[in-house]
């Protein structure tokens, strides 16, 4: 699987290894297939003005999604988008008392997973419970940030 990572602003993030590592092992661990998918990383002022424009709320949050839905002419399925706020990461992660960098992993799980259309707000918890099986697996991976 092919992951495209853009950076829009200054706090280390994830490296495009680590979020390729973490996608195969959801695609595989979920039974789903893909080629491509992407990860951009914003502060919170382009976050706020994301959040504003698609969800119509005036402040930042941590992470959307923007699935990309049906495969290209060619047959090739891109999933979409994760955005993830770099600067609210850093504000959860300091208020769970966990590393920065653990929160932005978690962040891209809960994006990536709703690419592969799970849905924690009209599911049976089916997507918290695969949050809580894969995160100690993909804790353990390197991130290779930048």
Excluded: W
């Amino acid at each position: 699987m092919r992951i495209a990572k853009r950076n829009f602003q200054v706090r280390p993030t994830l490296g495009a290894g680590a979020l390729q590592s973490m996608a195969g092992l959801v695609v595989d661990h979920a039974g789903g297939t893909a080629d491509s998918a992407s990860f951009v990383f914003v502060d919170d002022a382009r976050m706020i003005e994301h959040h504003l424009h698609y969800m119509g709320i005036d402040r930042p949050t941590d992470v959307l999604a923007f699935p990309a839905g049906d495969p290209d002419p060619s047959g090739e399925l891109d999933l979409g988008d994760v955005v993830i706020c770099t600067d609210q990461a850093a504000r959860q992660a300091a208020g769970q008392g966990i590393g920065y960098i653990e929160e932005l992993q978690v962040l891209a799980l809960h994006g990536f997973l709703h690419l592969l259309g799970y849905d924690h707000e009209h599911d049976n918890g089916e997507m918290r419970a695969l949050e809580q099986e894969l995160r100690p697996r993909i804790m353990g991976m390197r991130h290779g940030g930048g």
